[in-house]
């Protein structure tokens, strides 16, 4: 058997194993959000289930995450809040955001599910305040519970489908001081009810391959501490392990897009979950779909104007921060320059933020726009070009380029500064195993493969392309509970 990770891990066959070291009806790899969630649910539905983690506690990156959980479609914090948002509401946003190849099968049954989701995670002790947080920003810098995290108030969304904001944000503790994020306080209570209902945990285990009796998966292979072990899933195996944002070769070959260090992602996700399943000859989609994160403050980026090499703008600088940032490296060659004047600048640093790193000084300053195009080194007459054309429709509050809201409308006037914003992306892939709505791991045939089951990051979620913030935390926790109750009752 092989066992790197980086090469690929066939399945051996029941009747090799010679002793079990442990059995349970459903074997979860991962204790994240995905595998918690279908802890839960399956021993809910009366199953005996063992988590099997490779670290050495619960949480994955979820724990770590900012904590947005992407939910609509008329969730009672969006309706306590005054916000009519629907399913079919939310499905069309979702349609026109999540990139092209969307799965508008499953898009329709997440937006249709949302609303009960919500109120499954509040019932499992995941608390939310109600309070909005509507200023540009990657996450709120409070306890706020509800945000816009996709763009859907920005252009071209806002016309597409009335605006409602659907990043749910599970209420932090000590935010400023990073102690508890809304990424841990929506894992803590759903660890301690997993483990309230009897859900079994075996800690520093690391997945390594499936165990299969004839076309059925009947367990999984793992080490622990260096001694292989054989686990027995008398009903079913999940795979909640993650993506593989740290896998290198896998990287190289289907998102080589990827510079850098991965975003909002944990070295354990190194694409065992979806090396493992496709050696059975499962199915994946979208493995060049990849997340983008943008780092600067979105404070800043909304009171000036984003421009390419040739001075030109080529987004709404107002729109979600992710979409900018694959803006930028797909379309710009990673190329970008913010550009704002003094007023603007004094502005954005009144205004607070979750992020303070990203609030860097300015790259340069000038008395003027051509001074500043000049050391910037961008081509004569294009930043001069683009900030005369921005500031005569900006004083009519207006954008017929590119859409921004008036209220981030006003001519670039005074001293300028210019700050280099090169390089400054980072990202984690979206694709992974096809799965069906129950979270059953789909053969290259189109058939489910017998006792396998899948959720999370591991797997091709919602986005296909572009990306929502709470998407990963979302669909990952939706799916997670589908794939856990199938399981135990398969």
Known sequence: ?????????????????????????????????????????????????LILERTSGWGG?????????????GTPLQRALGFADTPENMREFLLAAVGPGADEAKITDYCAGSPEHYDWLVANGVPFREALWDEPGWEPPHDEGLAYSGGENAAPFHAIATPA?????????????????????????????????????????????????GDRVAGVLAQHYGERVAIRADRGVVLATGGFAYAERMVADHAPQLIGRPGAAIEEHDGTGILVATALGAATAHMDATEVAFFCDPQLMARGILVNAQ?????????????????TLFHQQDQAFLVMDEQAYEEALGTETATPALRTPPTWAAETVAELEADMGLPEWTLQSTVRIYND??????????????????????????FDLRH????????????????????????AIPGLFAAGRCTAGICTGGYVSGASLGDGSFYGRRAGRAAAEN
């Open 311 to 327: 001075g030109q703008r080529y987004v709404p600088e107002d729109t979600y921060p992710g979409r900018i940032g694959q803006m």
């Open 393 to 418: 429709y900006a004083a009519q509050h207006r954008d017929p380029l590119w859409g921004k809201q008036p209220r981030w409308l006003r001519p670039i006037t005074g001293p300028v500064a210019g």
């Open 165 to 213: 904001p659907r990043g749910h944000v599970p209420r932090m503790q000590n935010k400023r001081t990073g102690e508890r994020g809304g990424g841990y306080m929506l894992m803590k209570p759903l660890a301690e009810t997993a483990e309230a209902l009897g859900v079994r945990v075996r800690y520093d285990v690391r997945l390594t391959g499936l165990v299969v009796d």
């Open 1 to 49: 058997m092989r066992t790197d990770p980086e090469n690929g891990i066939s399945p051996v066959s029941a009747a090799s194993i010679g002793d079990w070291t442990e059995s349970a009806d459903v074997v979860i790899a991962g204790y994240g959000i995905a595998g918690v969630c279908a802890a839960i649910e399956a021993a809910r539905a009366g199953a005996n289930v």
């Open 424 to 447: 400054r992306t980072a990202g984690f892939p979206l694709g992974g195993l096809r799965t069906d709505l129950d979270g059953r791991v789909l053969h290259v045939s189109g058939t």
């Open 61 to 73: 990156a979820a724990a770590l995450a900012g904590g947005f959980v992407y939910l609509g479609g």
